[in-house]
């Protein structure tokens, strides 16, 4: 069974008289520990799918489902939408992101922002405390546990943000331009860090226009226009 | 989410922007601080005003030619009263029943007591008075005796000392029958009053006293001043018909006519702080006038830094959210950052206040009072501010769209 369903997706904005098709129909379907890689040009619509995917927008038409839970039906007069709470929830459960400019909490210490999914989803202090820790040994940064992002290099800022989108142990880890903002020696150390979460068995989905990176992945789908141009599964 | 996630994350917030945080409840202290500061003053005096009646029993009332606290420059329309004379309070005391004690007394300021060589500083207040005004005035005796209905029938030269008499002129012993002068006249001492301290930062113990028949010889006659009556009804039921009593036989004895208004004022302890609360609410209102539109500036203030904050991490609120906070966790993020703000300036705002109230009390060598209702009531109000002010910007961070927040930039 797919981990990850989505049938017809639109997604459509208005803006004045002019209608913007970013999504034009899209029917993707990834199976449990794929590791898959989005690319395209910018306005090909990998972001809108990639934030439809992250429960952070709502198709204008389409079917969602996530690991057996449908979230977005496909009914005719757009109901059966999750409401913005149910979505919080979702996000917080089932899905880890890791974003181009990291999106720590400047304020907050490294372990802090690691525990922050945790204090969301209710867990308790002692357990959370132990899960970001573990979560921060397994990125290689329990020495820097206690520091804030502005006394860490680009790259251990990106390896918090990876522990923090691990630390819930969400069905799919999703990585828009996870190296966009990273010298070429971090990038490498990064991908190789995804790449063994992937031999983890976690499912990876990575948004990237390096055609090297993309290439670690098993399964590349190009989009253009709103539409899945191509989907290559590698053997 | 738990509430030591939000304040920790609150608090952290505001010391991130301490300067800000810091103008911003600057207007909650003054709004506070103003009405918390004139209330312990009012406070204070009230308390002072309580104490000061201590003289006065419960079952004590005074008739007096003038009213004892006087709005307006009315003093002139009292004037023409007859004044209450010696001669009418015996008749008067031959008529009541009901009143348990009847005394009468006059006060003559700054005289000055020998003894032998020695001599007190020219600020000791000779009271002329009635036998059992110890009863209407709770006056303690420390040694020998008061001053008797004997004293009065004789116009004795017998005299009851303070304490501040004593420790200028008998320091160390015992004064009981020693002969002491005031403006040439002998007296002998018969007793000493308890030691009082002070009162409105005056010493309570510089009085001494002599029967009041005494007193006429040398301080005017009983036509001249007019006398303070004092009456003692000791069953409390039995009060208002006390009143009542020395009211009626009053007016006869002083031809006061059918209709007319008594010629005379009447008040108890009762009467007297009724009519310093009249006076007071005034102050209060006041007070109150200004403490509002203070507030109501400082939530203006709250509400703009919050939306300031609220902007600033526009991002923040993004990132929180992609994580999975719920509207609600944002909700209250931004509301009780917006309550620690008030509450901090309303806390320094009643410590202000305390204080700068209190200095009334300092002044005045008075206890210090802590006036815990207007602190609880501040409080009250300052969490209605950061409810009232904060809810609109923690309403609108919590409506932002993650995608757009994140964005932000």
Redesign the interface.
């Given at each position: 069974m797919s981990l990850l369903i989505l049938k017809n997706i639109f997604r459509i904005y208005q803006i004045g008289d002019i209608e913007v098709r970013a999504l034009n129909g899209v029917d993707v379907d990834v199976e449990r520990n794929e590791y898959v890689s989005i690319m395209g040009p910018s306005g090909s619509g990998k972001s809108t799918l990639m934030n439809i995917i992250g429960c952070l927008d709502t198709p204008t038409k389409g079917g969602y489902e996530l690991d057996g839970m449908v979230i977005h039906q496909e009914v005719k007069d757009g109901t059966g939408i999750a409401s913005d709470d149910q979505l919080a929830v979702i996000r917080n459960q089932k899905i880890g992101f890791i974003f181009q400019t990291f999106n720590l909490l400047p304020r907050m210490t490294a372990l802090h922002n690691v525990e922050l999914p945790l204090i969301y989803g209710g867990v308790p202090r002692a357990e959370r405390l132990e899960r970001a820790q573990a979560a921060l040994e397994q990125v290689q940064l329990a020495d820097r546990m206690h520091h804030k992002p502005n006394e860490l290099s680009g790259g251990q800022r990106q390896r918090v943000a990876v522990a923090r989108a691990l630390v819930n142990n969400p069905s799919i880890i999703l990585a828009d331009e996870p190296t966009g903002n990273l010298d070429s020696k971090t990038s490498h150390d990064i991908m190789d860090l995804i790449d063994n979460l992937h031999k983890e068995g976690n499912t990876i989905i990575l948004v990237t226009h390096e055609h090297d990176i993309a290439e670690r992945a098993n399964r590349v789908i190009h989009m253009l226009d709103g539409k899945i141009h191509e989907d290559n599964k590698k053997k | 989410?738990?509430f030591k996630?939000i304040y920790l994350?609150a608090r952290?917030?505001i010391r991130?922007n301490r300067l800000r945080s810091f103008l911003t409840l600057l207007g909650v202290v003054i709004g506070i601080f103003s009405i918390i500061g004139v209330m312990t003053a009012i406070n204070v005096l009230q308390q002072t005003v309580e104490d000061n009646m201590g003289g006065l029993g419960a079952g004590t009332f005074q008739v007096q030619k003038y009213p004892n606290m006087n709005m307006g420059n009315t003093r002139w329309r009292y004037h023409n009263r007859k004044n209450l004379d010696y001669r009418d309070f015996k008749r008067l005391q031959e008529r009541l029943v009901i009143v348990d004690y009847a005394t009468a007394e006059d006060w003559n300021y700054g005289k000055i007591l020998r003894y032998k060589d020695k001599e007190t500083k020219p600020n000791i207040v000779v009271a002329g008075i009635t036998h059992n005004w110890e009863f209407t005035n709770n006056l303690k005796i420390d040694m020998g005796r008061m001053i008797t209905q004997l004293d009065e029938k004789n116009g004795s030269h017998v005299i009851v000392l303070g304490y501040d008499v004593l420790d200028v002129l008998f320091p160390n012993r015992n004064p009981i029958g020693e002969a002491i002068k005031i403006d040439g006249v002998k007296y002998r001492v018969i007793g000493v009053s308890e030691r009082k301290g002070q009162q409105f930062g005056q010493s309570q113990d510089n009085r001494s006293y002599i029967p009041l028949t005494t007193y006429f010889k040398y301080y005017g006659q009983a036509s001249f001043t007019s006398l303070n009556y004092c009456f003692t009804v000791v069953d409390q039921d039995q009060f208002e018909e006390g009143m009542q009593e020395v009211i009626n036989e009053l007016r006869i004895i002083r031809g006061d006519k059918f209709g007319e208004e008594n010629s005379f004022e009447t008040w108890t302890n009762a009467s007297l702080i009724d009519n310093f609360n009249k006076m007071t609410a005034a102050i209060k209102i006041a007070a109150g006038i200004i403490a509002s539109i203070a507030l109501l500036a400082s939530g203006i203030g709250i509400m703009n830094i919050m939306l300031v904050t609220v902007s600033e991490r526009t991002?923040?609120i993004?990132?929180?959210?992609?994580?999975?906070?719920?509207?609600?966790?944002i909700l209250y993020q931004f509301m009780l950052e917006a309550l620690i703000l008030t509450e901090m300036g309303g806390v320094i705002g009643i410590a202000i206040g305390v204080l700068a109230g209190n200095i009334v009390a300092l002044l005045l060598k008075i206890s210090v009072v802590f006036p815990w209702d207007w602190a609880i009531i501040g409080i009250v109000v300052c969490s209605a501010i950061a409810l009232i002010f904060g809810s609109y910007p923690a309403y609108k961070a919590a409506s932002l769209d993650?995608?757009e927040a994140?964005r932000y930039e």
């Amino acid at each position: 069974m797919s981990l990850l369903i989505l049938k017809n997706i639109f997604r459509i904005y208005q803006i004045g008289d002019i209608e913007v098709r970013a999504l034009n129909g899209v029917d993707v379907d990834v199976e449990r520990n794929e590791y898959v890689s989005i690319m395209g040009p910018s306005g090909s619509g990998k972001s809108t799918l990639m934030n439809i995917i992250g429960c952070l927008d709502t198709p204008t038409k389409g079917g969602y489902e996530l690991d057996g839970m449908v979230i977005h039906q496909e009914v005719k007069d757009g109901t059966g939408i999750a409401s913005d709470d149910q979505l919080a929830v979702i996000r917080n459960q089932k899905i880890g992101f890791i974003f181009q400019t990291f999106n720590l909490l400047p304020r907050m210490t490294a372990l802090h922002n690691v525990e922050l999914p945790l204090i969301y989803g209710g867990v308790p202090r002692a357990e959370r405390l132990e899960r970001a820790q573990a979560a921060l040994e397994q990125v290689q940064l329990a020495d820097r546990m206690h520091h804030k992002p502005n006394e860490l290099s680009g790259g251990q800022r990106q390896r918090v943000a990876v522990a923090r989108a691990l630390v819930n142990n969400p069905s799919i880890i999703l990585a828009d331009e996870p190296t966009g903002n990273l010298d070429s020696k971090t990038s490498h150390d990064i991908m190789d860090l995804i790449d063994n979460l992937h031999k983890e068995g976690n499912t990876i989905i990575l948004v990237t226009h390096e055609h090297d990176i993309a290439e670690r992945a098993n399964r590349v789908i190009h989009m253009l226009d709103g539409k899945i141009h191509e989907d290559n599964k590698k053997k | 989410m738990d509430f030591k996630e939000i304040y920790l994350s609150a608090r952290s917030s505001i010391r991130q922007n301490r300067l800000r945080s810091f103008l911003t409840l600057l207007g909650v202290v003054i709004g506070i601080f103003s009405i918390i500061g004139v209330m312990t003053a009012i406070n204070v005096l009230q308390q002072t005003v309580e104490d000061n009646m201590g003289g006065l029993g419960a079952g004590t009332f005074q008739v007096q030619k003038y009213p004892n606290m006087n709005m307006g420059n009315t003093r002139w329309r009292y004037h023409n009263r007859k004044n209450l004379d010696y001669r009418d309070f015996k008749r008067l005391q031959e008529r009541l029943v009901i009143v348990d004690y009847a005394t009468a007394e006059d006060w003559n300021y700054g005289k000055i007591l020998r003894y032998k060589d020695k001599e007190t500083k020219p600020n000791i207040v000779v009271a002329g008075i009635t036998h059992n005004w110890e009863f209407t005035n709770n006056l303690k005796i420390d040694m020998g005796r008061m001053i008797t209905q004997l004293d009065e029938k004789n116009g004795s030269h017998v005299i009851v000392l303070g304490y501040d008499v004593l420790d200028v002129l008998f320091p160390n012993r015992n004064p009981i029958g020693e002969a002491i002068k005031i403006d040439g006249v002998k007296y002998r001492v018969i007793g000493v009053s308890e030691r009082k301290g002070q009162q409105f930062g005056q010493s309570q113990d510089n009085r001494s006293y002599i029967p009041l028949t005494t007193y006429f010889k040398y301080y005017g006659q009983a036509s001249f001043t007019s006398l303070n009556y004092c009456f003692t009804v000791v069953d409390q039921d039995q009060f208002e018909e006390g009143m009542q009593e020395v009211i009626n036989e009053l007016r006869i004895i002083r031809g006061d006519k059918f209709g007319e208004e008594n010629s005379f004022e009447t008040w108890t302890n009762a009467s007297l702080i009724d009519n310093f609360n009249k006076m007071t609410a005034a102050i209060k209102i006041a007070a109150g006038i200004i403490a509002s539109i203070a507030l109501l500036a400082s939530g203006i203030g709250i509400m703009n830094i919050m939306l300031v904050t609220v902007s600033e991490r526009t991002r923040e609120i993004g990132v929180r959210k992609s994580l999975g906070a719920k509207r609600r966790d944002i909700l209250y993020q931004f509301m009780l950052e917006a309550l620690i703000l008030t509450e901090m300036g309303g806390v320094i705002g009643i410590a202000i206040g305390v204080l700068a109230g209190n200095i009334v009390a300092l002044l005045l060598k008075i206890s210090v009072v802590f006036p815990w209702d207007w602190a609880i009531i501040g409080i009250v109000v300052c969490s209605a501010i950061a409810l009232i002010f904060g809810s609109y910007p923690a309403y609108k961070a919590a409506s932002l769209d993650p995608i757009e927040a994140l964005r932000y930039e």
